[in-house]
């Protein structure tokens, strides 16, 4: 009885919501979708006890709150019917029409593939939503809605799933939700994710807040009454209100600048909102006539929108206290694209489908995600598309004064190829201001950037990848090499192949295996090895991915034939011999020479694993503390003579089955995200991680020290090369070493 009334009432409350935000909507149509649902989802449960047709209707109400059409709220309360129940495609069609069946089924292929990897996993699914957001923008907002509250709801979930929820939250669901310009959600869906992935940090800055919260709204409410006065007395009609900045955008400026919450004065921004543009601009003029300005903190977005709709003036400004605050100034409407994005501008009529007049070029930059992917490994794909939706915007012009929006740190380069590829491709010089720079100038808001073509150029360098911060950009200039430098790039990526395959240990004579060629092709879904070194000298795949892809094969076709059973019990029997002989007894996968079962410790100072050559040091009441061989300690006191005679001879067991742990030293490039993006790495190939921390050392150079599992070299090996594929690693080496 208390479950029926929790359903009702939550059912009654999203009528409530969409008779405020839309009161034509057919609520017949709402009730009939919801009763499918409930009957469909009966008996199942969530994990918190609460009928699972909860969760439908509160997806529906949150499709409701930020203003989409009737179909909208009908597709939601029905977006897991397909995959849950036994209710069909054709059953929905039926009842409800093509339009909300293609929806659903659209939310539902979202959820249904299993990959071989992490990034080829996050890619796809990636793919699947920008095609889905081509087709219909409504199955993405749905599938919005219903993450964010699954992630309202976490309490009840394992750790482990907390955790890769909210790193993919983090990752995918909030970049797409601020590419749609929808801050709102954004920003509480990056609240919750920050509460799972560093609850002791979100707890920091929410205790804190909380301490401080009479003192802030205080000073809120002071300011809030200055602007209102000041702007009756001139006759501005306005709505005032201040808010304190969402705990991660907090979080973020912490980590970004290396500062305490002590230490961060801009807590608090304050909106005002105004009837007309004309009113935007002189509100600006009172905000700077009453408090002083802070140089280089305006931003004019009204004149120049932000790609995701997203109008407002931004200034910063001092007070009487000396506290530093943003206003933000927009009109009613921009305030409700600003909350909503896309959905305050999607409006459906029933039965409609398709894009309304100028809707096509606000949608574009789906359509070029979806191209950048075609020819792009699903590391990189999946790093461009982070740069492309996520990254700070940075706006500029052509000479003819067209505004150019590029991602920030963009160079000439990004601009040439967003005008036209074949402008990219014929560049060969550029000016900004007039002025002309080198390719790897860094653009600033406001520059007027003229390119330089010439029909004789021989296209775009190689380096430009290196060079190029969009997407966009990258991927043209890898299909430039891809169509015009085969040949080159055969040659270019055999050479680096070659080179990867010899620091992997691995003989490229392997290749000459017919059988096992064809078993590499397979893997790397390529026609031919020649189409392997192609698309590594084109930048399409990396020499040390494609190896280690393949590495596994590699050594399986080396191993030798397998033995008999006769030929394993011999060698058994030598083994236990040899080892009774030399009274040898394997401790923690070490076996020390003429000592049996002492105590055995792995040095810190070097954190060896199977695989590495050891050596032993006989310790005053400690056992035996094994160190590498390239160990500092063990080169410099092999030499010394009161040490030299308690060094003895280890090896490793045949067969260890521990898990070792190791330290590795990271050297990097000083940037905001990098902590976030060696988590993301570490958490992909599912390494048990034991600390990781990070801090600038200057000269624009960041270390990260990782502390973690292993089972044996080989292990370690894969992971050091997969973290120096980071954008921005320079180094990774092993601490002792």
Not at 150 to 161: A, G, S
Not at 188 to 204: M, N, R, V
Not at 301 to 308: A, F, G, L, M, R
Request: charged fraction near 25%; include cysteine; glycine fraction near 6%.
């Amino acid at each position: 009885m208390a479950e029926l009334t929790l359903v009702e009432e939550m059912y009654k409350r999203l009528e409530e919501t969409i008779r405020a935000g839309n009161p034509g909507a057919d609520l017949t149509r709402v009730r009939a979708a919801f009763e499918l649902a409930e009957k469909a989802h009966a008996g199942h449960k969530r994990r918190d006890g609460t009928p699972y047709v909860t969760h439908v209707i509160a997806a529906a109400e949150i499709t409701a709150e930020i203003g989409l059409d009737e179909v909208s709220i009908v597709s939601a309360l029905l977006h897991d019917c397909i995959e849950d129940t036994g209710i069909t495609y054709e059953d929905i069609k039926k009842q409800f029409g093509q339009t909300v069946a293609d929806i659903v089924e659209g939310v539902t292929k979202l959820t249904r593939v299993q990959y071989t990897s992490k990034e080829d996993e996050q890619m796809e699914n990636i793919r699947k939503m920008l095609m889905a957001m081509a087709k219909d923008i409504r199955v993405i907002l749905i599938k919005i809605a219903d993450r964010l509250h699954n992630m309202r709801t976490m309490d009840y979930q394992t750790e482990e799933k907390q955790r890769s929820k909210s790193l993919e939250t983090m990752e995918i669901y909030a970049p797409i939700a601020h590419r749609l310009g929808m801050q709102k959600i954004k920003w509480e869906l990056e609240d919750l994710s920050l509460l799972y992935l560093d609850p002791i940090g979100f707890k920091e800055i929410t205790n804190i807040l909380n301490e401080r919260m009479d003192t802030l709204k205080e000073f809120m409410s002071s300011v809030e009454n200055r602007i209102k006065a000041r702007l009756d007395d001139w006759g501005i009609n306005s709505t005032i209100y201040g808010r304190i900045k969402h705990i991660y955008s907090i979080y973020r400026k912490m980590y970004s600048q290396k500062r305490g919450l002590d230490e961060i004065f801009d807590l608090c921004a304050f909106r005002v909102i105004v009837d007309n543009i004309t009113d935007c601009y002189n509100v600006l003029g009172h905000i700077h006539d009453m408090f002083k300005l802070v140089p280089g903190r305006f931003k004019d977005y009204i004149s120049t929108p932000k790609p995701n709709m997203y109008q407002s003036v931004h200034t910063t400004v001092i007070g009487n206290e000396g506290i530093p605050f943003e206003v933000q100034i927009r009109t009613w409407e921009m305030h409700h694209t600003a909350e909503y994005g896309v959905a305050a501008h999607w409006k459906y009529k029933s039965g409609e489908q398709g894009i309304r007049p100028g809707d096509e070029e606000k949608f574009a930059w789906i359509r070029r995600l979806l191209e950048n992917q075609q020819d792009s490994e699903a590391q990189d794909f999946f790093h461009d598309l982070k740069i492309d939706m996520f990254a700070d915007e940075v706006f500029v012009f052509t000479p003819k004064g067209d505004v150019i929006n590029l991602p920030a740190g963009a160079t000439p380069i990004d601009f040439a190829y967003s005008i036209h590829s074949a402008i990219g491709n014929t560049m060969v010089g550029a000016k900004v201001n007039g002025r002309l720079v080198p390719f790897d100038h860094v653009l600033q808001n406001g520059d007027i950037v003229d390119i330089i073509t010439s029909k004789s150029s021989s296209g775009p360098s190689r380096d430009w990848l290196k060079l190029a911060k969009s997407g966009s950009a990258r991927t043209k200039i890898k299909q430039w090499f891809k169509k015009e430098r085969r040949e080159e790039n055969i040659i270019h990526g055999k050479a680096m192949f070659e080179s990867e395959m010899k620091r992997a240990g691995l003989s490229m004579s392997s290749l000459n295996d017919e059988e096992l060629v064809s078993i590499i092709l397979e893997k790397l879904s390529v026609p031919s090895l020649d189409d392997m070194y192609s698309a590594i000298g084109y930048g399409g795949m990396t020499a040390v991915r494609a190896v280690n892809r393949i590495k596994d094969e590699i050594i399986k076709a080396q191993r030798p034939p397998a033995k008999s059973v006769l030929d394993k019990l011999n060698e058994q029997v030598e083994r236990h011999a040899r080892i009774h002989q030399k009274n040898i007894k394997a401790v923690h996968g070490v076996l020390v020479e003429g000592l049996d079962n002492c105590l055995i410790k792995l040095s810190r100072c070097c954190t060896p694993v199977p695989g590495d050559e050891i050596v032993g040091f006989i310790t005053r009441g400690h056992g035996v503390s094994i160190h590498r061989r390239d160990c500092p300690n063990y080169i410099n006191g092999i030499n010394n003579p009161e040490d030299g005679g308690r060094w003895v001879n280890v090896s490793w067991a045949d067969n260890p089955t521990d898990s070792y742990t190791t330290t590795v030293k990271i050297l990097a490039k000083e940037r905001s995200g990098l902590v976030m993006d060696l988590a993301t790495e570490l958490n992909s190939m599912n390494a048990k991680v034991r600390s990781l921390s990070a801090r600038d050392v200057g000269g624009g150079k960041s270390t990260a020290t990782v502390t973690l599992e292993v089972k044996n070299l080989e292990d370690l090996k894969v992971l050091i090369n997969r973290l120096n594929s980071i954008s921005g690693v320079s180094e990774v080496v092993r601490a002792g070493g």
